[in-house]
């Protein structure tokens, strides 16, 4: 991936609407669904992200096709539950943690063996939390001392077990899901706390039968899964950006229309409501199972809170930029209970002291969470760490600084977000790549 820079400074007050691209997890899900049911679906809303294209051209090279009918469109047509081929090559989930972790699950059952690869970023990432229960499943799965690159060994004889969940994870469970669909039995995953629960609710809507309430999902193996049509909502974690950005620059209002709102999801909205944040919600309905609704964003004077730590896995993405909510408030808020941000793209706890710090923002932090005392922000230059979520963050932190802030390697922003930098400008951001 080419290198590429960014320089962000105070633009104009934030104006007009913003359609932010397709929901990440819900593009991955209807891929590997639609990959293995009986007929064709059509996705609609699918992110064109390097992340969700890793995981069309995976699905690709197991012998799914998938066609393109137009951007953000994906017709998929299904091979069945036993219908996916095995490959000698690689398959690269790229930066894909989301990716990855469901096809382990997804691979663990078929009958040949697999190998997935991935970038940098995800080649740190810790997989035993996916293979462990996988092998009490039955699955044989090799790592490199709990790293990627993974091979699935397939042609093993999957059991379905209850495996209470030591923390909470949506890929995780996700993954635990997938694989019991090909197990005998049934498989029971109970969460900590409750995750996105949109590998349940689209199972449902392909036909499988489950039951899961939050916190809580069951499933026996051996149904087949029904071709449907898919509606991708606007991707909650995209919007997030902008939801901070028009918070903290004057004058400011930003529509953002029809975004998934899945509860699971919007703990940011409540946390930035807390610190004061002007948000309001209009247009409540729903789209392809899950709630969307537009947001409208106005600037409003933040002031910093205790976050409390039950919102924590509602905003585990957003967190990155609720640190700069934080750091451009008035006032101290304290983020507990996030360890998990230590092993996403980077070390997002590390990332966000390492910039806040470069643009002389207070911010102390601690093993789970951070301190942060608001005030201004001086020019500066910080790193990514290869982490879209990072970039973008300060992205928006470059609106409210006093000079430039330059930021070291945006091009994983197109993991998830690709156009953001147009897309921000149009509504008054003032980037630039450099
Ligand atoms: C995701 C779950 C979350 C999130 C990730 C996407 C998913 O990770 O951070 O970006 O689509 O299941 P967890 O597995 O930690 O919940």
Same mark, same amino acid.
């Given at each position: ?144 001392? =709990? %790293?990627? $690159?993974? #091979?699935?060994?397939?042609?093993? !004889? &999957? /059991? ?6 030591? +923390? ?91 975004? =998934? %709102?899945? $509860?699971? #999801?919007?703990?940011?909205?409540? !946390? &930035? /409501? ?6 309001? +919600? ?91 005392? =608001? ?10 760490? &290869? ?48």
């Amino acid at each position: 991936m080419n290198r590429l820079d960014w320089s962000s400074r105070p633009g104009r007050p934030l104006r007009g609407s913003v359609q932010v691209p397709g929901d990440k997890s819900v593009s991955h899900r209807a891929l590997m669904l639609a990959a293995i049911a009986e007929g064709d679906s059509h996705i609609r809303g699918f992110l064109e992200g390097e992340d969700t294209r890793a995981t069309a051209a995976v699905l690709a090279q197991l012998g799914v096709r998938i066609e393109t009918p137009a951007a953000g469109e994906r017709r998929v047509h299904g091979v069945g539950l036993h219908g996916l081929q095995g490959t000698a090559q690689p398959l690269d989930c790229g930066n894909a943690g989301t990716g990855m972790r469901l096809l382990t699950g997804l691979l663990a059952g078929q009958a040949f063996d697999s190998t997935l690869v991935g970038d940098a970023s995800l080649s740190k990432r810790p997989m035993r939390r996916v293979t462990d229960p996988l092998s009490q499943m039955g699955a044989r799965i090799d790592t490199q001392d =709990g %790293l990627p $690159p993974l #091979r699935v060994h397939g042609g093993q !004889a &999957l /059991r379905g077990i209850r495996y209470e969940l030591p +923390v909470a994870s949506a890929q995780v469970k996700s993954a635990l899901l997938l694989a019991g669909l090909y197990a005998d039995g049934e498989t029971e995953v109970i969460e900590p706390h409750p995750t996105r629960d949109y590998t349940e609710r689209m199972l449902a809507a392909f036909g499988w039968p489950i039951r899961f309430e939050a916190g809580r999902a069951r499933l026996d193996g051996g149904h087949v899964l029904h071709a449907t049509n898919v509606d991708v909502p606007a991707d909650f974690s995209s919007a997030a950006f902008f939801l901070v950005a028009a918070s903290i620059v004057p004058d400011s209002e930003l529509r953002l229309p029809s975004v =998934g %709102l899945n $509860p699971r #999801r919007t703990g940011l909205l409540h !946390a &930035l /409501r807390l610190m004061g944040a002007d948000i309001t +919600v209009e247009r409540e309905r729903e789209s392809g199972g899950e709630p969307v609704a537009d947001l409208i964003v106005r600037h409003a004077p933040l002031h910093g809170i205790e976050l409390p730590s039950a919102l924590v896995p509602d905003m585990i993405d957003e967190l990155p930029v609720l640190f700069i909510a934080a750091a451009a408030a008035q006032g101290r808020t304290v983020i507990r209970g996030a360890a998990e941000l230590r092993v996403k793209e980077s070390d997002r706890i590390a990332s966000m002291a390492a910039g806040l710090h470069a643009l002389g923002a207070a911010i102390e932090e601690t093993p789970d969470g951070a301190l942060i005392d =608001g005030g201004r922000f001086q020019a500066g230059s910080v790193q990514t760490h &290869l982490d879209h979520r990072i970039a973008m963050s300060f992205a928006v932190a470059g609106l409210v600084a006093q000079g430039p802030v330059h930021i070291n390697d945006c091009s994983h922003v197109a993991t998830s977000f690709p156009g953001f930098m147009e897309l921000a400008n149009g509504c008054g951001f003032a980037l630039l790549a450099v």
